[in-house]
């Protein structure tokens, strides 16, 4: 006699077969490792090289900023970071949030702000002006 | 010795209000909450309510939360439980309370049989038993220990949170036939729990592992079950 898969009537729907959390589960782990290495070469770099805390001004940062270096060193950190961050919360939410409409006005707060940081940090980082300042007296605008 | 003993009181027949109310009875230290619990009803107040059935740690009907953890009260020895103080015991969290002690267990068995906890196989069935070997048996043992008495799942902070979250012992439940060698419904299984309130909302707190009256290592299966799901194909 041959048996089959019995077909049992799941007593919750299921949502769509969807790897997404799968995913983001994934993507919080392997973010986290590069932001271990980001982060703290970041805080290194601004904190404790050179003058230290001290050295930190306009100059630095546009100094910093006309090397691509940099400049893809704090765009990955934004992107990570951000996203990172975001999909923490978004757990959070899920986690502690207990009304739906709650939970969807906390994350679409979430997203909106999520996606202003990053649109507004990606635009600084690709545009920013040492120059701005038609008195600057840094070397680059002289 | 004599024992102080916290009790949630709740019957909705009398009031919508919940109460505590303290008993006090003598006991041996090495008696067990249960004991003492049945004390109160059969010397006391007839009125407060619990389950148990077998009373001896098999059956699983008397999961309560005893000085704020998941015990079952038939394991519990009154000297483990700092018996100088009252012990406060409660209702498991996260289940609706119908009187007393006693919860409702149906959406935590709802979400037990949604894993399909039943063995799945193809083809013809063979004329004698399902051979297995020693090692492929040992690969499950662990998961197969449970008794179902939901103290892994309402010690959960996700599921308190979010009562549509299958919760560990569900996953516990899927993790037995996912590992074992004679199943063929592991595809199903690990696609159940991919759903958004399957393992993917477990934050490892380890309450569970922590809860289990039959020492399973909980939130290690609920990890084994995600790295499957990773590494699938
Ligand atoms: C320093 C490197 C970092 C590492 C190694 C790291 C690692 C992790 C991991 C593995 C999780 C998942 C926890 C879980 O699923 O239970 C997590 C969650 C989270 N992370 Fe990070 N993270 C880092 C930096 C950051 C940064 C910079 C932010 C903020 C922008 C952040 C915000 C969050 C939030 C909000 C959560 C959710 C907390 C939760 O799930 O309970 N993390 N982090």
């Known amino acids: ?142 | 010795m004599d024992v102080t003993l916290k009790l949630r009181r709740y019957n909705p027949e009398v009031s919508d209000e919940v109460s505590w109310e303290t008993f006090s009875v003598v006991q041996q230290p090495t008696d067990r909450v249960l004991d003492a619990l049945h004390t109160i009803k059969w010397d006391q107040d007839g009125t407060l309510t619990f389950r148990r059935s077998c009373a001896h740690g098999v059956c699983g009907s008397d999961a309560m939360r005893i000085n704020g953890r998941n015990r079952l009260a038939c394991k519990t020895l009154l000297k483990d439980v700092n018996p100088g103080k009252p012990i406060t015991v409660e209702p498991i969290q996260g289940l609706p309370v119908l009187k007393d002690l006693v919860v409702d267990m149906e959406p935590f068995f709802a979400a037990y049989k949604s894993v399909m906890p039943f063995l799945i196989t193809d083809g013809n069935e063979p004329t004698r038993e399902r051979v297995q070997s020693q090692k492929d048996r040992d690969r499950f043992d662990d998961t197969t220990k449970c008794i179902l008495c939901a103290a892994c799942t309402t010690s959960c902070p996700v599921y308190w949170a979010d009562g549509q979250y299958f919760g560990p012992q569900a996953i516990v439940g899927a993790h037995r036939f996912i590992f074992d060698s004679r199943d063929e419904g592991t595809a199903q299984r690990l696609e159940i729990l991919n759903d958004n309130e399957g393992v993917w909302r477990c934050r490892t707190t380890f309450n569970c592992t922590e809860a289990c009256p039959r020492g399973i290592e909980v939130t290690k299966a609920i990890q084994e079950v995600k790295r499957a799901l990773i590494f699938r194909r």
């Open chain 1, 1 to 142: 006699m041959a048996t089959s898969t019995p077909v049992i009537q799941a007593p919750r729907n299921l949502a769509s077969k969807s790897n997404f959390e799968l995913y983001s589960w994934l993507f919080m782990r392997l973010s986290g490792v590069l932001l271990v290495f980001l982060v703290l070469a970041h805080l290194f770099v601004n904190l404790m090289l050179g003058d230290g805390i001290d050295g930190v001004d306009f100059a630095f940062v546009a100094g910093k900023w006309s090397s691509p270096f940099w400049q893809t060193w704090d765009l990955l950190m934004l992107w990570l970071a951000q996203l990172h961050g975001t999909n923490g919360l978004r757990t959070i939410i899920n986690d502690y949030a207990e009304r739906d409409g709650t939970r969807f006005w906390l994350k679409s707060l979430l997203y909106l702000a999520s996606i202003v940081v990053i649109v507004l940090g990606t635009l600084v980082i690709f545009t920013f002006d040492p120059c701005i300042d038609p008195d600057s007296t840094l070397s680059v605008c002289q």
